[in-house]
Each structure stands twice: as structure tokens, then as C-alpha cells.
């Protein structure tokens, strides 16, 4: 019998974080746990607000689930296929139970999850992402990550050269560019792009609105960076259509509702000709950890969301000069957890 | 380290078998072992002359592959990557590697390879094809089948309907019909599918040329019963350009270079709303137990490749009624295979 375990859990940023839809000092999450004769898998649903999902929302979904008729924590498609379809939405907590899942799995074979997807470990680099700010402020962050080897540098509020300028008297590290389809007219994002190019950005997310359709295409067309989905990329029959509008896509374990899905885009995008960054939001490493054993299969790395906030209940890989150092633990990396010891600070 | 080895293996038909595009009764194949530390993998190529890979061609492949790079047998993207690119094309010789390195890989988890796949093990209802043929010899292979659940009947060349009234006179039961690109006027086609509607046929499989794309586009908006692509569905980029002429698609192990590319194939089919066909080549047991290890994926089912043939050098799971009855052995599914009795009959 597999049983399923959840705790609130209020995740504190060490800064308060701001992107071109808005500003936040929290993020509300559910951790999960699975048993199974024993052995136990850890789980994370991390839900930024302006994505509609809530601690309210998860548990709901929670209490809804009922296992008792899986007694095989291997049946992995019929399991999450249930789970799918319990009731619509609801990516990040359907994430959690996977991630799960996936933990146990990897716990009852004794092999990292990175195996179990026929994937190798290797060191990879994540970038540190810059929040919009004050010039001042952006130069002491990017102080700060003189470690990383890129920063992802959040754009599409009114001060997108300041930020640059600021940005460009501390480093000359390539940048990743996130815009949160903040720009809105596509001649002046082209503009924009083509600065940015200058100024050594390696690609461009989401520029304009993910429902800007013949903007986005325009664009795609004519940007000499690639551009890369972020909104507009959910689920896996997002990347079907992908190519119409971007790039590359970024996949993140709470908009695909976890590892199987992912990989599945991962591998299908790859196949497409499309780029992939793997990305995540404000998470605990419990979700990082489990991002990070897909990380073979991207282009691009941005696996920092466990870095900015300070009530971090578990432990996963290493970080080391910018590196995440996989480690070859069982299921998705985490070291020791202990569930009873967290503690529900709703 | 892990060792390959091959055996050039000529499949001999119990009947010589007609489709639209000509007639045979042997079906060149190679079988490979991979072996590590002891525990060994079995795969297959089978080569039905038509898709261009021959005895020669696979041998010839098989002697570039250096996998002395590689000594964990669990990073299969590396592995596969590799293989992928070591030249272009040759995708059965590329899925008897892929197949031989997914039994290696369940026999060292010790866990059969649907479960790798996180799969349950069901009966699946495997179809069982007639060929093309006088209307008396088809009277007699239908009664030779009479335990098989599903009929998949060759159409396309000139008996088209002499064949189905001969079926009609024996059995009621429901038909696949695979027209392997044999009708040539779509008006035509469109014609013989609303007849074959209405004598129980359950789906089309590719009844004009593959490249006929705007006559396939035209008869997918108008046929009253799904149409499955085969030849026009190669490897994983056709799934994402798929829903333009199909609404479903055939996999097989020996187009889409083995199981793991099949497996996701598969999944961004459904997830795409693609009906799922699993079907075969004239094959050993050993790339048929293979294949049904992705069988809770489909929604239909012809993996009879290895019934039709005399010199089966494998033993996989039992058939009852029709029915494949998936064991729980390691690996793909071999019952104590014995690689030193095979011999070549080349």
C-alpha cells in the first residue's frame, strides 16, 4: 500500500523578488511524502500565485487522492495517469506526487532517478537569476553571484537598459534574458533584441505575451537570439506546436506536472530541433534536486530557486563555483530527509 | 566493458507472404548480444528488404560501433546518442543495439523492461494479418486464425473486394486494414473505406503513398474511420507533423530504432490525441517481446511477427486466445535464451 503524506510549508525569500508582473516575499508550497513498505519518497508543489494554484487548491486536490487501488509504486503510468485526471489543472501538486514517485522509485530499484531515465550525471552549470531592481541593487546581486558562470537577468519592466548598464560594469558574463512577456510591441522587443545581442545575451524568454500569436511568430522569425517559451509552454503538447513560435522551451516540473512528463518534453524538443532550459520557481531542494537529474538533456540550466530562500527543509547536490555536482544517491538526491522534523509553518 | 556480439540470421516464412508492394518468404535478420559483467542482452534486427538495410549493411555497422567508451550500460542516452550517430539511416540495426541494451538494462535492475518504462503488465489482444491472396487460400487463413480477436487484412492490390468477401463468409470479427499505400485515386480510397465501415472495419493504415500529403491531408478530413500512418511514421519528428494526415500511428521497433525512442514516441502520440498501433516486422520472439513491453501504450495491438516464421531461435511470452500474455522476467522477456546454440544460416 502506498500512502500519501502532506505538509504546508511557507517558503521565505531571502529577498523580495520582483518580475515584470510583480513583486513577492513568499511562496506558498505543500510538501508530499510517499511510503511504501518502508521506504519514502519526498515531493514538492511550489505555487507562485499568479499561476492559480494555492495551499488551498493542493490540499483539496490532496484529499481527493485515493491510491489504495495501486499496490505497485513501479505502475508509474497508471498511477500518474490517475492522478492526471482527478481533476484538471493543478500542474504543481500533481508535480509533487510525482516527484514522489519517482523518489521511491528510484529508493526501491537503488538507483539515482537520472539512471532510471537512461541519463548519465554530470556537473552542471545553473545561472543565478538577477530580480528587477535599482542599478544599485542589481550591481551589490551580481556581486553576489560572482560564482555563477551566466545570469538569467529578469527584463520588461521600464528600466531594462539601467539594469544592463549596471549589470555590464560588474561582469561580462553571458546573460540569459527573461522578459515574462513584459515587452509589448514587437518592434521595439526586436530592438531590444538586437541590443541585447550586443551585450552578450545568449537567449531571450518569452519577450511578449505567450497569446500574442502572430507577435511571437514575427519575432521568432526575426530575432537573431533564439527565443525561448516560458508561459507558452506548459505541457507536453505544448512543444508539439512550439516550433511555431520559439526556439527552445523552458520546462519546469510545476507547469509539466513532474519528472515523466518532463523528460518526455525534454526528449521530444530535443527531437523537434528545439532547445531546452530546464527551469524552476522558488523551490525547496526537494523539486531542485529532482529538476537537476534531467539536466543532461538541456541546453541551458536555471536550477537556483532553492538558493534564495531561507527555510530549506531539505538537502540535495552539492553546488560548487556555479556547478550543481549530482550526486549518486537513490531517487532524486536527497540527503537524509526527515519528515517528522519539518515543521508546517501555516 | 561492454561486449557485442552478432550472428547474421535469415527468417524463414511459413507461407510466402504478398502485400501491396510484392511477395517473400524469408526476411533477413541479425541478432545481437551485448554483454556486461556477466549478464547478457539480446536484440534483433529484422530487414524486410524494402526499407533498404540488408545482412551486409547491418554487419557493416555493427563493425563501427566502438562502445569501449561506455562502461555503465545504464546511461543509455549516452549509448544511443552514440549509435545514433555513428551514420545516418539504418534503423533496425540500431534498434536490435537498443533492444539487447534494454534486456541488459532490466536483468541488472531485475526488473522486466515495462516496468523501466513504468508500465503494467496486461493480456494484450494481438491482431493477426492475412496477407494477400486468392480468396480460398483467405478462407483458410482465417479459420487457421480463428483465435485471434482482431484481423488485419493486407488490401491495396487489385482483390481489394473479392478478399473481404471471402473473410465476410468465414467471420464477423473486426478488421485492421492495411492498405500499405496500395490505393492511387483518393475519390477511390475514400469509397472503399466507407464500404469497408460498413463490413467492420475498425481503422485505415496508410491506404495512399506516404508522400501523397495533400490526398492523405483530404481523405484524414474525410474518412469516417481513423487513418493510421506507417510507412509516412518513421521516428519521433513525424508524431509532432503527424495530426496533418493521420489519427493514428503505427510503431515499430525496427522504424523508430528501438524501444526507447518508441517509448516516447508513443507517449507524445497520445498526448497529442494519436490512436497508438504497435506493430512489427517478420521477427524473432526477441524483438516481439521486446515490443510488447510498450503495449499498455497502445490502443491496438499486432505483434504476430514471430508466428510466422519456422526457425524462432527465441522463446518470450506465451499467447492463449490470442491473447499475449506478458511474463514478469527481467529484461524484455526471453525465457533462458542460449546465444552459443544459435546458429547463423547465412
Given at each position: 500500500?502506498?500512502?500519501l503524506?502532506h505538509k504546508?510549508?511557507?517558503?521565505?525569500?531571502?529577498?523580495?523578488?520582483?518580475?515584470a508582473?510583480?513583486?513577492?516575499?513568499?511562496?506558498?508550497?505543500?510538501?508530499?511524502?510517499?511510503?511504501?513498505?518502508?521506504?519514502?519518497?519526498?515531493?514538492?508543489a511550489?505555487?507562485?500565485?499568479?499561476?492559480?494554484?494555492?495551499?488551498?487548491?493542493?490540499?483539496a486536490?490532496?484529499?481527493?487522492?485515493?491510491?489504495?487501488a495501486?499496490?505497485?509504486?513501479l505502475?508509474?503510468e497508471?498511477?500518474?495517469?490517475?492522478?492526471?485526471?482527478?481533476?484538471?489543472?493543478?500542474?504543481?501538486v500533481?508535480?509533487a506526487?510525482?516527484?514522489?514517485?519517482?523518489?521511491?522509485?528510484?529508493k526501491?530499484l537503488?538507483?539515482?532517478?537520472?539512471?532510471?531515465?537512461?541519463?548519465?550525471?554530470?556537473?552542471?552549470?545553473?545561472?543565478?537569476?538577477?530580480?528587477i531592481?535599482?542599478?544599485?541593487?542589481?550591481?551589490?546581486?551580481v556581486?553576489?553571484?560572482?560564482?555563477?558562470?551566466y545570469?538569467?537577468?529578469?527584463?520588461?519592466?521600464?528600466?531594462?537598459?539601467?539594469?544592463i548598464?549596471?549589470?555590464?560594469?560588474?561582469?561580462d558574463?553571458?546573460?540569459?534574458?527573461?522578459?515574462?512577456?513584459?515587452?509589448?510591441?514587437?518592434?521595439?522587443?526586436?530592438?531590444?533584441?538586437?541590443?541585447?545581442?550586443?551585450k552578450?545575451?545568449?537567449?531571450?524568454?518569452q519577450?511578449?505575451?505567450?497569446?500574442?500569436?502572430?507577435?511571437?511568430?514575427?519575432?521568432?522569425s526575426?530575432?537573431?537570439?533564439?527565443?525561448?517559451?516560458?508561459?507558452?509552454?506548459?505541457r507536453?503538447?505544448?512543444?508539439?506546436?512550439?516550433?511555431?513560435?520559439?526556439?527552445g522551451v523552458?520546462?519546469?516540473?510545476?507547469k509539466?506536472?513532474g519528472?515523466?512528463?518532463?523528460?518526455?518534453?525534454?526528449m521530444?524538443?530535443?527531437?523537434?530541433?528545439?532547445?531546452?532550459l530546464?527551469?524552476?520557481m522558488?523551490?525547496?531542494s526537494?523539486a531542485?534536486?529532482?529538476?537537476?537529474?534531467l539536466?543532461?538533456?538541456?541546453?541551458?540550466?536555471?536550477l537556483?530557486?532553492?538558493?534564495?530562500?531561507?527555510?530549506?527543509?531539505?538537502?540535495?547536490?552539492?553546488?560548487?563555483?556555479?556547478?550543481?555536482?549530482?550526486?549518486?544517491?537513490?531517487g532524486i538526491?536527497?540527503?537524509?530527509?526527515?519528515?517528522?522534523?519539518?515543521?508546517?509553518?501555516?
Amino acid at each position: 500500500m502506498i500512502q500519501l503524506s502532506h505538509k504546508a510549508y511557507t517558503l521565505l525569500k531571502k529577498h523580495p523578488f520582483r518580475i515584470a508582473s510583480g513583486i513577492r516575499t513568499s511562496t506558498p508550497a505543500v510538501l508530499v511524502r510517499l511510503k511504501y513498505e518502508g521506504v519514502e519518497g519526498f515531493g514538492e508543489a511550489s505555487m507562485p500565485p499568479l499561476y492559480g494554484e494555492s495551499i488551498a487548491s493542493a490540499t483539496a486536490f490532496l484529499s481527493k487522492i485515493d491510491l489504495s487501488a495501486f499496490n505497485d509504486p513501479l505502475c508509474t503510468e497508471d498511477i500518474l495517469s490517475y492522478i492526471n485526471d482527478v481533476v484538471p489543472g493543478n500542474p504543481a501538486v500533481k508535480a509533487a506526487i510525482d516527484i514522489a514517485l519517482h523518489d521511491l522509485t528510484g529508493k526501491l530499484l537503488n538507483i539515482p532517478i537520472h539512471q532510471y531515465f537512461g541519463l548519465s550525471a554530470r556537473s552542471l552549470p545553473t545561472s543565478k537569476t538577477i530580480g528587477i531592481d535599482r542599478p544599485e541593487i542589481i550591481r551589490k546581486k551580481v556581486n553576489e553571484a560572482s560564482k555563477y558562470k551566466y545570469l538569467k537577468v529578469k527584463l520588461g519592466g521600464d528600466n531594462d537598459h539601467a539594469i544592463i548598464e549596471a549589470i555590464r560594469k560588474e561582469t561580462d558574463k553571458p546573460l540569459y534574458i527573461d522578459v515574462n512577456q513584459g515587452w509589448k510591441d514587437r518592434n521595439e522587443a526586436l530592438e531590444k533584441i538586437l541590443w541585447l545581442k550586443e551585450k552578450g545575451a545568449i537567449f531571450i524568454e518569452q519577450p511578449m505575451s505567450k497569446n500574442a500569436f502572430s507577435d511571437m511568430e514575427w519575432l521568432a522569425s526575426k530575432s537573431p537570439l533564439p527565443i525561448v517559451g516560458d508561459e507558452g509552454i506548459q505541457r507536453l503538447p505544448d512543444i508539439i506546436t512550439a516550433k511555431n513560435f520559439y526556439h527552445g522551451v523552458n520546462i519546469k516540473l510545476m507547469k509539466s506536472t513532474g519528472l515523466r512528463e518532463a523528460f518526455i518534453m525534454a526528449m521530444t524538443a530535443r527531437k523537434a530541433g528545439l532547445k531546452v532550459l530546464l527551469g524552476c520557481m522558488s523551490e525547496t531542494s526537494c523539486a531542485i534536486a529532482a529538476a537537476s537529474q534531467l539536466g543532461t538533456l538541456a541546453d541551458w540550466i536555471d536550477l537556483d530557486g532553492n538558493l534564495g530562500i531561507t527555510n530549506n527543509p531539505f538537502k540535495g547536490h552539492m553546488l560548487k563555483n556555479g556547478l550543481i555536482i549530482q550526486n549518486k544517491l537513490p531517487g532524486i538526491g536527497l540527503k537524509t530527509p526527515q519528515w517528522n522534523k519539518i515543521i508546517t509553518n501555516e
